[in-house]
């Protein structure tokens, strides 16, 4: 079975520091790009980043409004991709989805996380 | 970057209506659209992707169409099922992004 579990959410102070973890089974996943989608609550989805597979050079894309300040990261040896959140806001304050597609083509979502909440407040 | 819109924002519709969901890109974007149905509180689920190809699974009242700047979704018969918020979203290259919603209910 495909899955992939996200872990690592919780309260932080604005302006800290959090890293999110997501662990993959059921596929090839070193093969795979893997994207951070986030959700406030009652709002909508935002894609945060990406990052691609070994044979696509690693390469990184991220949301203007993260850029800078989030980094994806994967170790394809534990099967697990990474989302390292510094300098937070109150308003990174969201539902984190971790999310696997294919490559090299452009590829939809189709396998999600369960999501981990990320709380910035004082 | 491109911007997605969609529209309406929320509508309701009776059990069995003909629903009509509409999302814009801001550019062409070919045929690289996906939809995806969110019901409250449960992770999102891809509905159609290539713009109207459906997922495996998928009922089959739901269908897609469009090319280039202009999509649509539709939901041919209504069910209580079906409840929820829909997005689009652009997967051709980076930025991936959301449209912003349409909620839909039942009258």
């Known amino acids: 079975e495909v899955q992939l579990v996200e872990s690592g959410g919780g309260l932080v102070q604005p302006g800290g520091s959090l890293k999110l973890s997501c662990a993959a089974s059921g596929f090839t996943f070193s093969g795979s790009a893997m994207h951070w989608v986030r959700q406030a609550s009652g709002k909508g989805l935002e894609w945060v980043g990406r990052i691609r597979s070994k044979a696509n050079s690693y390469a990184t894309a991220y949301a203007a409004s993260v850029k800078g300040r989030f980094t994806i990261s994967r170790d394809d040896s534990k099967n697990t991709a990474y989302l390292q959140m510094n300098s937070l806001k109150t308003e990174d304050t969201a539902v984190y989805y971790c999310i696997k597609t294919g490559e090299p083509l452009p590829d939809a979502f189709d396998i999600w996380g369960q999501g981990t909440m990320v709380t910035v407040s004082s | 970057d491109i911007q997605m819109t969609q529209s309406p924002s929320s509508l309701s519709a009776s059990v069995g209506d003909r629903v009509t969901i509409t999302c814009r890109a801001s550019?062409?974007?070919?045929?690289?659209l996906a939809w995806y149905q969110q019901k409250p509180g449960k992770v999102p689920k891809l509905l159609i992707y290539?713009?109207?190809t459906l997922q495996s699974g998928v009922p089959s009242r739901f269908s897609g169409s469009g090319s280039g700047t202009d999509f649509t979704l539709t939901i041919s018969s209504l069910q209580p099922e079906d409840v929820a918020t829909y997005y689009c979203q652009k997967y051709n290259s980076a930025p991936f992004t959301f449209g912003p919603g349409t909620k839909v209910d039942i009258k």
């Open positions: 550019q062409g974007i070919s045929n690289y």
């Open positions: 290539a713009a109207s």
